[in-house]
Every structure is written in structure tokens, then in C-alpha cells.
């Protein structure tokens, strides 16, 4: 692994089903952050964490869960899939103050 | 309010021109980082130049320049000597070093850039 894994890089779900998004870093960054970007909205923050333990809401968090357990990953939970979360979902990291913060390679999710 | 607008949502430029990306930028915050991510049509983000607030000098890397003017909040990209793969989308971001959520980007809409032969 370098840098940022996202998985599945593609997936179609059928609405009301629940689906986990994962993501894994391996540059020991202390913040990580899931984004969703929408035509013409550019990428919204859905969820964040500090560190390790904490995690907290971005600007848009309703209908998505996120745990930290461990420095390296960060899932991203849809509880019950709806046709407005179909997205492309990027994980991002970094240090918190550095000069880059890295970004996954995207899942793109089509619910239906 | 917006805390960073990209105004165009589309530009065009001839390869080996110059071009540039508007981005203004919104905060009260004394310490910030402003950034530029390219998106191919592939879909990955690829980092192109950063600045802080607090750097004199205008952030350069290769054929890419950060035009930062502090007193209009303005934080514009510039391509040099542009090539076909220049086309992409292009985001302007910004870190606010004082928020609780450390290290979190607010997005502009982003640009479309084509580069045409």
C-alpha cells in the first residue's frame, strides 16, 4: 500500500441497503476526512477525525456513519442507501497542518 | 457564504499559452493554507501547489504559479506554456488552521479547463 486505498473503486447499490466504504492510509496521518463531490458542487465534507478515537460531522453527515479505531483506517457507513447519495466519495489524509493532504482514488457509488 | 469561489466554471486556452484560474478565498482566520488539485477525467486528485498565508513569495512548481494577492483574498493559478493534458477540472481550496477540524479542506466548484491544439 502507498499513500491512500479506497475500495470498492465502483459499486451500484439498490437503495435501503447498507454499505461500507473503505479507506486505508499508511502514512501514520493523524487526520483523515471522506468527501463527497456533485456536479457543479465541487467536494463536500461528509465526516472527519482528528485522531485515532475521535471522529465529528461535516457539513454534510446525515445518512453516514464513521469510526476510527486505529490510525490507518477510516469506513464510511451507509446505513440505508437513497438514490441522493450516489456520488463520487473521496478519503482523504494528512498531517493537519502540512502542506498537502492526500486524497484516495475515489469510489464512485450509483444507488438505485 | 462561500469560503472559496471559483467564478469560472469553464476556460479555454491554445497549447503553449498562459492561462489563469481565478479562486478568492473567505476567512477571518490569521493562519491558513490555500491549495490547487487538478482532476483529470479519470477521476483522481492530484495535488499541484500550495501557499500559506503567511509565505512572502508567490508558490511556484514547474509550469504552475499561485498568484497571491493577501489584501484582495485572492489566490489565482496560473499554467504556463499550457499542453493538451492540462485539460482537466481544477479546484481551488483552502485549510483554516484555527478550526476544529484540523487539516479540513472547503472546495471551490472548481473550473473545467480545455486546452485546445
Known amino acids: 500500500i502507498a499513500g491512500i486505498t479506497q475500495a470498492p473503486t465502483s459499486q451500484i447499490l439498490a437503495a435501503g441497503r447498507r454499505m461500507t466504504l473503505r479507506c486505508t492510509q499508511d502514512?501514520?496521518?493523524?487526520?483523515m476526512y471522506w468527501y463527497r463531490q456533485d456536479l457543479g458542487l465541487g467536494l463536500r465534507l461528509i465526516h472527519y477525525?482528528?485522531?485515532?478515537?475521535?471522529?465529528g460531522k461535516g457539513e454534510v453527515p446525515d445518512g453516514y456513519s464513521v469510526s476510527r479505531a486505529n490510525t490507518d483506517d477510516f469506513p464510511l457507513t451507509l446505513a440505508s442507501a437513497v438514490p441522493s447519495q450516489t456520488s463520487v466519495y473521496f478519503c482523504?489524509?494528512?498531517?493537519?497542518?502540512?502542506?498537502?493532504?492526500?486524497f484516495g482514488q475515489g469510489t464512485r457509488l450509483t444507488v438505485v | 457564504a462561500q469560503k472559496i469561489t471559483q467564478t469560472q466554471p469553464g476556460m479555454f486556452v491554445q497549447e503553449k499559452e498562459a492561462v489563469t484560474l481565478d479562486c478568492t478565498y473567505d476567512?477571518?482566520?490569521?493562519?491558513?493554507?490555500l491549495f490547487w488539485y487538478k482532476q483529470p477525467s479519470s477521476g483522481e486528485m492530484i495535488f499541484l501547489i500550495y501557499?500559506?498565508?503567511?509565505?512572502?513569495q508567490n508558490a511556484t512548481e514547474g509550469r504552475y504559479s499561485l498568484n497571491f494577492q493577501k489584501a484582495r483574498k485572492s489566490a489565482n493559478l496560473v499554467i504556463s506554456a499550457s499542453q493538451l493534458g492540462d485539460s482537466a477540472m481544477y479546484f481551488c481550496?483552502?485549510?483554516?488552521?484555527?478550526?476544529?477540524?484540523?487539516?479540513?479542506?472547503?472546495f471551490g466548484r472548481g473550473t473545467q479547463l480545455t486546452v485546445w491544439p
Open positions: 476567512t477571518s482566520d490569521p493562519s491558513y493554507g
Open positions: 477525525s482528528n485522531t485515532a478515537g475521535t471522529t
Open positions: 481550496a483552502m485549510r483554516e488552521d484555527r478550526g476544529s477540524t484540523l487539516g479540513r479542506l472547503y
Open positions: 502514512m501514520r496521518h493523524n487526520a
Open positions: 501557499q500559506g498565508s503567511y509565505d512572502q
Open positions: 482523504a489524509s494528512s498531517t493537519g497542518t502540512g502542506t498537502e493532504a492526500f
